[in-house]
């Protein structure tokens, strides 16, 4: 039976255009694009669901995804088709695993590979050493508003920390996020839903304890960008309850930062693990490429 994509948000409903070839729809398009880099929030949420609808999985007894690494190699244009290919690796009883390749202009710009899990009983159960921050809930009034999170959903940043600006006071690496779409999707689009969201904020997190360096000077005077990406799904949970992104920047040297994130519940559960390998160096030329940042890494 086809994966039925009627209620999923348009960013989520990619369409065939080849065989195990799926194209998804731009988060930004025409003369209005600020930016011309595919954010990689949206391939990782397109990959799910280009590798979902793939193997057919509208069911409730189907496999669902366990983690998704992704390498991102180039940056992708919002003006070309961005199409990913499905290949299947495995697929067995309870197990199953596929690469997606995202490519433009004849060259790859990024490759994941999915693990797909069969939901089973526990044999045993633990969440050892590590606890859900002690944060104040997604409704308080200190917290400010981000939109790096899936488009319609809502991002609160905890306490109003602004990785933005020259003002923020230098702080530990940590920043966390809480995050909630409008209605549920069901578990893959979930997944999808939460994979976006997990792109955004690592590497403005790794800036909070460096004076002088922060997001606002991205792509001008400093080049960073995300270059690997692992999420991994523990527990099923649904958009449209309240998620916190708790993230720590734990390296950082060499023009490379490492960061690392556990998503809660709003009541506890840790639902999902992630880490992120970034770009964080200054430029060779030592110029202000400002001008450039439309493009520019």
């Given at each position: 039976?086809?994966?039925?994509?009627?209620?999923?948000?348009?960013?989520?409903?990619?369409?065939?255009?080849?065989?195990?070839?799926?194209?998804?729809?731009?988060?930004?398009?025409?003369?209005?694009?600020?930016?011309?880099?595919?954010?990689?929030?949206?391939?990782?949420?397109?990959?799910?669901?280009?590798?979902?609808?793939?193997?057919?999985?509208?069911?409730?007894?189907?496999?669902?995804?366990?983690?998704?690494?992704?390498?991102?190699?180039?940056?992708?244009?919002?003006?070309?088709?961005?199409?990913?290919?499905?290949?299947?690796?495995?697929?067995?009883?309870?197990?199953?695993?596929?690469?997606?390749?995202?490519?433009?202009?004849?060259?790859?710009?990024?490759?994941?590979?999915?693990?797909?899990?069969?939901?089973?009983?526990?044999?045993?159960?633990?969440?050892?050493?590590?606890?859900?921050?002690?944060?104040?809930?997604?409704?308080?009034?200190?917290?400010?508003?981000?939109?790096?999170?899936?488009?319609?959903?809502?991002?609160?940043?905890?306490?109003?920390?602004?990785?933005?600006?020259?003002?923020?006071?230098?702080?530990?690496?940590?920043?966390?996020?809480?995050?909630?779409?409008?209605?549920?999707?069901?578990?893959?689009?979930?997944?999808?839903?939460?994979?976006?969201?997990?792109?955004?904020?690592?590497?403005?997190?790794?800036?909070?304890?460096?004076?002088?360096?922060?997001?606002?000077?991205?792509?001008k005077t400093i080049s960073t960008g995300v270059?690997?990406?692992?999420?991994?799904?523990?527990?099923?949970?649904?958009?449209?309850?309240?998620?916190?992104?708790?993230?720590?920047?734990?390296?950082?040297?060499?023009?490379?930062?490492?960061?690392?994130?556990?998503?809660?519940?709003?009541?506890?559960?840790?639902?999902?693990?992630?880490?992120?390998?970034?770009?964080?160096?200054?430029?060779?030329?030592?110029?202000?490429?400002?001008?450039?940042?439309?493009?520019i890494m």
């Amino acid at each position: 039976m086809p994966v039925d994509l009627g209620p999923l948000p348009p960013l989520l409903q990619l369409h065939q255009v080849g065989q195990h070839a799926y194209e998804g729809k731009p988060e930004h398009e025409g003369p209005d694009v600020v930016r011309n880099v595919v954010f990689g929030g949206q391939i990782l949420a397109q990959m799910i669901m280009a590798a979902h609808i793939d193997r057919n999985l509208d069911r409730e007894d189907a496999k669902e995804v366990k983690s998704i690494h992704a390498v991102f190699a180039r940056a992708g244009d919002y003006s070309a088709p961005i199409v990913y290919e499905v290949e299947r690796v495995h697929d067995g009883r309870t197990l199953g695993s596929d690469t997606v390749t995202f490519s433009q202009h004849g060259r790859v710009m990024s490759r994941a590979l999915i693990l797909w899990s069969l939901d089973e009983p526990d044999l045993i159960r633990h969440t050892a050493w590590v606890a859900m921050p002690a944060v104040a809930g997604p409704d308080d009034p200190g917290h400010r508003p981000d939109r790096r999170v899936f488009p319609g959903a809502e991002g609160r940043i905890v306490d109003g920390v602004n990785t933005w600006s020259d003002d923020e006071p230098l702080r530990p690496p940590l920043q966390h996020v809480w995050t909630r779409y409008p209605r549920d999707l069901g578990v893959q689009a979930s997944q999808a839903v939460l994979s976006w969201a997990t792109d955004g904020f690592l590497i403005g997190t790794a800036m909070l304890p460096h004076e002088g360096h922060n997001e606002s000077h991205a792509h001008k005077t400093i080049s960073t960008g995300v270059v690997g990406h692992t999420l991994h799904f523990h527990e099923r949970f649904r958009a449209d309850e309240w998620l916190l992104l708790a993230h720590e920047s734990i390296w950082a040297g060499r023009g490379r930062t490492h960061g690392r994130a556990n998503v809660w519940t709003e009541d506890g559960r840790l639902v999902a693990t992630y880490t992120q390998d970034n770009l964080v160096r200054a430029w060779a030329d030592g110029k202000d490429h400002t001008g450039d940042y439309r493009r520019i890494m």
